[in-house]
């Protein structure tokens, strides 16, 4: 197995192996750049098929928050953690205080949060290992769960998004499919809801799509029917790679503006969802609330200064999609673009 020849390497600075028999931790810590700061990112903890599964998935994901803090405009750099094994039956608060003691050994080069299957306890759980972890409850002198904040931003973006393709960011009447009912979609729906638009869900968990129908008056449909939903906008907010060779040819959206980290499978999946004239909002801007929030976190929690930030989504996105007609290459190009200037680095990693 070559590791440094993998296209998701990508000149990562430093990954950390790291185990604890005694608790059963198997975990990964992967620093992908810390040009602009330390690095920060979440702790997904998953039930991956194999080890190779989850070195990709952190791989993939730090190099996604490097882009994401230079895209935001924030002083940080990209990492990320997993912890392989399923929460719903591994995961305890002797793991989490294990996994502490892995992000402490690193002496704030990675600053932890939380991700899908860890949330707000476990980072207080942590916290009695590292002080290098955010995300953290109140009574733990933290800001509190920030997807919430995640959501508004993906709002925020989504009506960007909207208006560059309708020519209008009204969005009564509007049809949005939003796939994934967790904490990031539950309060997209509510935002949306409000606006006005008619919403169709989809949860691998059925009561959750049933209580979106209960409390939204939303349109249920499977898991796999989502992709052919009849609507404008459909927002991912689930896990990763479902824009593939096997979902784009199905979408009926003309935009596609979720939460869900590395949605596209592949790069080229980009210029697949141009082809057919589909915008993409890319996941690294839209998504960028979450980290916004525990950046201010991390140095005096600043409410205003977050709704501020999170408001310029709408611009960053905006810029994106300009340089991306006058360049004449997919969103997903333009926002590297963009996002290796910032970094000052050259050539892209397409
Ligand atoms: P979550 O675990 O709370 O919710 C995910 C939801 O998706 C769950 O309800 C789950 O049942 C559902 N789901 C899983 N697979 C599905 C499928 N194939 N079809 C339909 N539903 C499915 O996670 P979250 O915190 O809401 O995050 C959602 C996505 O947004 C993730 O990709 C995460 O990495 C990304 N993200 C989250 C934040 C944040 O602040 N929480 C920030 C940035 C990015």
């Known amino acids: ?82 912890i392989i094994g399923d ?69 925020v973006g989504l009506r960007a998004a909207v208006e560059h393709t309708f020519k209008t960011a009204d969005l009564r009447g509007a049809r949005v499919a939003i796939q994934g009912l967790g904490n990031v979609g539950w309060h997209l729906c509510q935002y949306l809801k409000e606006a006005g638009a008619e919403l169709v869900v989809s949860d691998i968990r059925a009561s959750k799509a049933e ?12 898991t796999d029917e989502i992709y052919e939903a009849d609507v404008d906008v459909f927002a991912p907010c689930a896990l990763g790679a479902i824009l593939n060779d096997e979902t784009i040819p199905r979408l009926k959206a003309k935009v596609i503006a979720g939460a869900a980290n590395n949605q596209l499978a592949k790069p080229q999946h980009a210029d697949a969802l141009t082809d ?42 905006k810029e994106v999609f300009a340089v991306a007609e006058s360049n004449s290459v997919s969103t997903a190009v333009a926002a590297e673009q963009l996002a290796t200037a910032r970094l000052g680095r050259t050539g892209t990693q397409q």
Not at 105 to 127: H, P
Not at 277 to 284: F, G, H, K, M, S
């Open 211 to 222: 209580r979106a129908v209960a409390e939204f008056d939303a349109k249920a449909v499977t």
């Open 1 to 82: 197995m070559s590791v440094f020849k993998e296209l998701d390497f990508d000149g990562h600075e430093q990954i950390v192996f790291c185990s604890d028999d005694s608790v059963g931790l198997r975990a990964i810590i992967a620093i992908h750049n810390t040009h602009r700061g330390p690095s920060l990112g979440g702790c997904r903890m998953w039930g991956y098929a194999s080890e190779g599964a989850a070195l990709q998935d952190v791989l993939r994901l730090s190099r996604g928050m490097t882009y994401k803090a230079a895209m935001a405009g924030i002083e940080l750099g990209g990492g990320k953690s997993v």
């Open 276 to 317: 057919r004239d589909i915008l993409y909002a890319p996941d690294y801007i839209i998504n960028a609330a979450g980290l916004i929030r525990v950046d201010s976190e991390r140095r005096g929690f600043d409410p205003h200064w977050v709704n501020q930030k999170v408001d310029e989504i709408s611009n960053t996105l």
């Open 87 to 155: 929460p719903t039956r591994l995961k305890t608060p002797a793991l989490m205080q294990a996994m502490g003691r892995a992000v402490d050994r690193l002496s704030g080069r990675y600053i932890i949060a939380e991700d899908v299957g860890t949330n707000v306890s476990d980072m207080g759980e942590i916290k009695k290992s590292t002080r290098h972890v955010v995300g953290l409850g109140q009574a733990d002198g933290g800001a509190g769960d920030p997807s919430p904040t995640t959501a508004r931003g993906c709002y």
